[in-house]
């Protein structure tokens, strides 16, 4: 049995899994958003000894955990730098460390979107094919590749879908650049879109929503809520999100020409099947090779993919296709 | 010795080359405007004879020949389909045996930007690298990828880097579609634009150049000239390709994350190496790995590069780097 566990800025998920990747046990809690990184391991720890609990074990009894991570990650120290939607994540973190002595057992650290990436084509919609382009709409837009059954990662920073140019001279993008698909799909970037849009009068239930759930933030809940009242300015900001992915994905596959697409993230899971057809169709104008275009698939493993992945980082006994190979 | 042709809707380019890719002799024609595929057919065995005849060999002394061919090649077959740059080209041509033919010697054909791509990795700029991304900057604007010296062609139609959307709604592309980067860049829509500036009364020397050389299009030749007249038009008309090019290519780099981009094609060689670091500066405001931009060189094998590239694709006696390999 191996530990999983996917460090997010709104929620920790916690997993236990055998080694044909069944989910034995899970647990989820809060992301601390106060506190620091001590705080974090803590949460992260806790939730992992409950997850473990749940199936019937000690985390000490676990051949490993992996972690799916934001931020930097080296992942061969252990180390998680610059997590920007982490609490005072200020500098280089060895957060692989304080977990291994939490839990008593190996810790292995990897880039969440990586992670996810790999669980869907080892034990998702990615199943079927050798080539795929995971797509993680979520607070950002990030991407994960796998190419002939390897990721790739090119020198550490491949698969930025979310900062390709789709408008140049475009919106201002949350990481500081100019028309980036995550300027006008990401949750963050949506969020603020929707705040001016308020400020200059334009009418929406979203803030209500928010505030009627508790949150403080427009969370992928919030925004499937408005378009469940058919909120007006929640169509027309998604609209403008789907154009920027289509366009942006469509990019990335003329450069890739990967076998699928697979979607994922809090967005992407939240909007679900109807937006993953919508994200589809919006691919079909920019695609080149327009007369076989690859299929689009939504995320098989929902909520729990990333966590799933990260279990996937300790070598399991002996499952069918066990940990995807990096190229080269 | 190996024979190599880069046939282009411009030039027929010539060489026979040495097993370490040294250029023994070599010979130009223009490309057949009238007719069909059995004059270009001509017209290349023509040109391959003469540099074999330099080289002081008859063509089927030759191990072999490799073309670097426009359109979709079926490189088992050597059937060549769709080169909408050559006269009449209509369905699929068997340029392969037709060649063989009339060279008494083996023929392989290729993607002409795979064929430069592989050029510059083994022979030319790409040689400290693992992986490279080929920008071919011409009458269109190709790509070719290699990542950990294989070459990724995805399911047959990777590298399309001219038709990554940098403008969504943007200009009408030569493919029909809207906002590509070949829309800005390629010398067909320049030319494309240029007429239109000129329809609304802007003033420039790009015609009156183009006719005193004898051109009936804005060659490289063309706009280079141009350029060195402190042409307006020509200026601006380059700006906002060098700006398209940044943005398509800082995308490219945002997903792949290769280790160096090299500029080639027609326009790219003809500008040189101050347009390659224009482009090197418009890439940075949108690569998101800033810290440590890849560098951009200018490719090195210059107007040779498409036909030393196709010679190499006929399996050379013990070249160092060989014949590079496909991913998979």
Same sequence: chains 1, 2.
């Avoid at 080892?122 to 991407?143: D, E, H, Q």
């Amino acid at each position: 049995m191996r530990g999983g566990i996917d460090l997010g800025g709104t929620k920790i998920q916690a997993v236990v899994v055998d080694d044909a990747g069944r989910v034995e046990g899970e647990q989820r809690l809060p992301t601390p958003t106060v506190g620091g990184p001590q705080d974090v391991a803590e949460a992260m720890a806790g939730a992992l000894r409950a997850a473990a609990r749940a199936a019937g074990l000690d985390s000490a009894e676990l051949e490993g955990v992996g972690v799916g991570s934001p931020g930097i990650v080296d992942s061969r120290r252990g180390i998680v730098t610059s997590a920007r939607n982490l609490p005072n994540w200020e500098g280089s973190v060895p957060l692989g460390d304080a977990l291994a002595d939490a839990l008593a057992t190996r810790v292995r650290i990897e880039n969440d979107v990586t992670v996810a990436t790999d669980a869907e084509f080892n034990l998702g919609a990615g199943r079927p094919y050798r080539s795929i382009l995971g797509v993680f709409w979520g607070t950002g837009v990030g991407g994960g590749i796998i190419l002939k059954g390897k990721r790739w990662l090119g020198r550490g920073g491949a698969g930025e879908i979310g900062h390709m140019v789709v408008r140049i001279g475009g919106a201002r993008c949350p990481c500081g650049r100019r028309g980036c698909v995550e300027a006008y799909a990401g949750r963050k970037a949506l969020e603020e879109r929707a705040r001016r849009r308020v400020e200059k009068g334009e009418k929406t239930e979203l803030f209500k929503i928010m505030e009627k759930r508790g949150r403080d933030r427009l969370t992928s809940g919030v925004w499937g809520r408005a378009l469940e009242h058919d909120d007006k300015l929640a169509h027309k900001l998604l609209d403008q999100a789907v154009e920027a992915l289509g366009a942006g994905v469509a990019s990335a596959l003329n450069v890739l020409d990967v076998d699928a697409v697979i979607i994922g993230g809090g967005l992407g899971l939240r909007l679900g099947e109807p937006y993953a057809r919508r994200i589809e169709e919006a691919i079909m104008p920019h695609l080149f090779a327009s007369d076989d275009p690859p299929p689009v698939h939504l995320a098989e493993l929902g909520d729990l993919g990333g966590a799933i992945g990260a279990s996937l980082l300790i070598r399991p006994g002996r499952a069918a296709r066990a940990q995807t190979p990096v190229a080269g």
